[in-house]
């Protein structure tokens, strides 16, 4: 009987969750084609995304965040406790039909509004529990904001209660969340840092990207603003700078608006756009153009830095600093790494933004300085050890669990 793996994952803002979980599982499924593969996900955009073929996933009534830990249904015309119990209640009754060997949960410990509680009391009750994993960005905010979510959240215990292991999609030496974070010792015995969710682009895909882009004898600029949701003053700022005449003149420049931008600005940034710059709403394979661009423009989410660095692409990063600011954080880092230019959004001008793309074209790309980036292998590996062990395998080699303190 094959493995089942399932997988938890919430956007309440952007795609960046649901394409982190869809990453992983493309790169596992192309290397174990016997499991049994289902993403649990509420992103509105999923049915609109490159889905592995293996994995099947049910679709979570969606939400919209209003501010940290704050939701509210994105459609759903239904009172916040309705609105809860209905997303638990499918959670809850997915695994217990699935009954899967590992449940890899993407972020949040207790999940959307602590809809995952349910869950996880019955998968640790079952008669064979199988193995439950918390799987966790580089950065999850300011120190401080995290250290008290998780204090009022009491899910170092749930951690300690619920979950086996704890995975960071990241680098230790570049962030160290279990020290910055102070996590206990026993939580910190759970902690594997699998390296930055890569993907393999190889040099006929980036050369093909540059052809379909239009950009074979000329510097290739991109500006890609994620799902696009809150990403319009960097494209109308880029779009400013290039009617200005402030961009290289030789430069091809291609915005990608995103899925989750607004009808009404997108219609407006199409509708006349300034020479030398296409508009689109959507570009096949982005990380191809991404690795096959001279300079990326954008913001400093988690996917994004992962497909600059497959490629060491040079990069102006805009990040966003509301509701969360592990965006900012993510962007110093890389800016002090002389991977990317780093912009305050404070300092978000035509000029500014225009000068620090000049200066992200004379960067080489260097790859010595590049932290670890084979996350996606490394994940694979993870979840084919988890699902190939027997329950006695997997006694023997995996430490007794410590008493809460």
């Known amino acids: 009987m094959p493995g089942r793996w399932m997988m938890y994952s919430h956007d309440a803002l952007g795609l960046g969750h649901v394409q982190r979980s869809l990453a992983i599982a493309r790169a596992v499924i192309s290397v174990r084609t016997d499991i049994a593969a289902l ?53 809850r009754e997915a695994a217990k039909q699935f009954d899967p060997d590992l449940f890899l949960v993407d972020k949040s410990p207790a999940g ?19 193995k439950v994993v918390l799987g966790l960005r580089d950065i999850l905010d300011e120190p401080a904001t995290v250290r008290e979510e998780w204090r009022t959240g009491d899910w170092a215990r749930l951690v300690h209660q619920s979950y086996d292991e704890v995975w960071i999609y990241g680098d230790r030496a570049l962030f160290d969340a279990p020290r910055a974070y102070e996590w206990p010792d026993w939580l910190q015995e759970r902690v ?22 239009g950009a074979d004898d000329r510097p290739l600029a991109i500006v890609t603003v994620g799902g696009g949701e809150d990403g319009g003053r960097i494209v109308a700022t880029y779009l400013e700078a290039a009617r200005r005449g402030l961009l290289p003149a030789d430069l091809k420049s291609v915005v990608v608006l995103g899925p989750c931008m607004a009808a009404d600005v997108q219609r407006a940034f199409l509708s006349v756009p300034p020479v030398g710059v296409d508009v689109r709403r959507f570009v096949p394979d982005l990380a191809s153009a991404v690795a096959a661009a001279d300079v990326v423009i954008g913001m ?56 620090a793309v000049r200066r992200a074209l004379e960067r080489p790309r260097s790859p010595d300085m590049l932290p670890a980036v084979d996350g996606l292998e490394q994940a694979a590996r993870q979840i084919h050890r988890l699902l190939a062990r027997t329950p006695d395998e997997e006694s023997e080699s995996v430490p007794a669990v410590p008493e809460m303190p």
């Not at 497959?310 to 900012?328: F, G, I, K």
Request: proline share 9%.
């Open 192 to 213: 594997r840092y699998l390296g930055y969710l890569v993907p393999t682009i190889t040099d006929s895909a980036r050369s093909e990207a540059r052809h379909r882009l």
């Open 39 to 91: 993403l649990v996900t509420c992103s509105p955009m999923i049915d609109a995304l490159p889905v592995a073929p293996g994995l099947d996933y049910i679709k979570l009534p969606s939400a919209k965040k209003l501010a940290n830990r704050h939701y509210v249904p994105r459609t759903l015309p239904v009172g916040a406790d309705s609105f809860r119990g209905l997303r638990a209640g499918l959670v």
């Open 300 to 355: 400093a989410g988690y996917n994004t830095v992962c497909e600059l660095m497959a490629r060491c692409t040079p990069a102006v990063l805009v990040p966003r600093v509301v509701p969360r600011r592990e965006q900012w954080m993510r962007a110093r880092l890389l800016a002090e790494r002389g991977l990317a230019e780093c912009l305050e959004p404070s300092d978000l001008e035509p000029v500014v933004l225009a000068a």
């Open 112 to 130: 959307l509004m602590g809809e995952l509680y349910d869950t996880l009391w019955f998968l640790r009750g079952r008669p064979t529990p199988g």
